[in-house]
């Protein structure tokens, strides 16, 4: 049983940057980056390997970078250039596979309990 807890979340105005962090209690294979937007579907913001293999959604893209430290079990959100439309809870989650490192919600099963970020325009 993996835990993860996410940290860093808070109130920006749009252009802004913020940083969240996830604290893992071990080591997984895959952790990842959700997101759920007010009366949304979660949805994936992207993933790293512990091998470094990252992967972005389209709507951040070029905008958020993700990073970890495998020593410390970190997993890592930089977000720069924040639009309105990025306000959601954002998620920290795991998967031990490598199959299983996705942008679908059902492939990880471990998961944070959440921290909000809210970009004014």
């Known amino acids: 049983q993996v835990q993860l807890v996410e940290s860093g979340g808070g109130s920006v105005q749009a252009g802004g940057s913020l940083r969240l962090s996830c604290a893992a209690s071990?080591?997984?294979?895959?952790m990842a980056w959700f997101r759920q937007a007010p009366g949304k579907e979660r949805e994936g913001v992207g993933y790293?390997?512990?091998?470094?293999?990252?992967f972005y959604a389209n709507s951040v893209k070029g905008r958020f970078t993700i990073s970890r430290d495998n020593i410390k079990n970190f997993l890592y959100l930089q977000m720069d250039s924040l639009k309105p439309e990025d306000t959601a809870v954002y998620y920290c989650?795991?998967?031990?596979?490598?199959?299983?490192?996705?942008?679908?919600?059902?492939?990880?099963?471990?998961w944070g309990q959440g921290t909000q970020v809210t970009v004014s325009s």
């Open positions: 989650a795991a998967a031990a596979a490598p199959k299983l490192c996705t942008l679908r919600e059902y492939d990880h099963n471990y």
């Open positions: 071990g080591s997984t294979y895959c």
């Open positions: 790293m390997t512990t091998g470094g293999t990252i």
